[in-house]
């Protein structure tokens, strides 16, 4: 039987890999954000990303460089990847909008949906029932949404002020953008020359109703790799995966 989404799900992807990771340093002064090992795995970041693209049905990327390009460039001319890459570097700083915009005129094929994701996104979900959900709401784009959890212990109150109870790290009750996306082949043309998606192509969308939220499954694995300390979280939850 045949599929009737497998015609609208993206086989093209962008990784926005430009960043300078200066909250991981050490670990960032002789290697962009995204080719940062995981411990325990021998593969950057970016290796994982394109292991998981390639499982969901994408056959090109393009991977947008910056901070240290050469070193991820290296890497990729010299690693074994299950996807077509080819690498962009801004010649001058073109902001997170206009960034993405230069990332997507080098696609494949323009007249079709693609992918985004942030380099130092490290998750595992359906990228296929993503476009699905994108596709059926007729959306340009569409935001993965994550519940983090928040690195305190939280106390439960009853209404008399009596603490009943202690959770530690529990997930938030917001949710935030987890740094994945679907775009409609429209949305590059909707990006700025230079500047912030987020803060101008985003709103616009979001008020015609053409935005939507895909919210990650339960149980899905996300982590943004911001701190040593997610690399050492990372290195944990995936040991208890793979047991």
């Not at 690693?79 to 494949?108: F, I, M, N, S, W």
């Not at 993503?130 to 983090?148: G, S, V, W």
Request: aromatic share 8%.
């Amino acid at each position: 039987m045949t599929d009737p989404h497998a015609a609208s799900r993206p086989t093209q992807a962008v990784i926005l890999a430009g960043g300078q990771g200066s909250r991981l340093r050490p670990y960032t002064d002789d290697r962009p954000k995204p080719m940062v090992e995981i411990p325990g795995t021998g593969t950057p970041i970016i290796g994982h990303q394109l292991r998981w693209l390639a499982e969901e049905g994408v056959t090109d990327v393009v991977v947008s460089c910056g901070h240290l390009a050469e070193v991820l460039q290296d890497w990729l001319k010299s690693a074994d990847l299950p996807v077509k890459v080819t690498t962009v570097v801004e010649t001058e700083p073109l902001g997170r909008g206009g960034g993405l915009k230069y990332a997507a005129a080098h696609l494949p094929h323009p007249d079709r949906p693609w992918y985004a994701t942030n380099g130092d996104i490290w998750t595992r979900f359906s990228l296929r029932e993503m476009a699905d959900f994108h596709t059926e709401r007729d959306a340009i784009a569409t935001l993965a949404l994550a519940r983090p959890r928040i690195p305190w212990g939280a106390v439960q109150t009853d209404g008399f002020g009596h603490i009943t109870d202690f959770i530690e790290a529990p997930p938030t009750t917001y949710e935030i953008n987890a740094g994945v996306y679907v775009f409609s082949p429209a949305f590059a043309g909707l990006l700025p020359e230079r500047g912030d998606h987020e803060r101008t192509t985003f709103p616009h969308l979001a008020r015609e109703r053409r935005l939507a939220g895909f919210p990650l499954p339960q149980g899905a694995y996300w982590r943004a790799i911001d701190t040593a300390k997610d690399l050492t979280e990372a290195a944990k939850e995936l040991a208890a995966l793979s047991r």
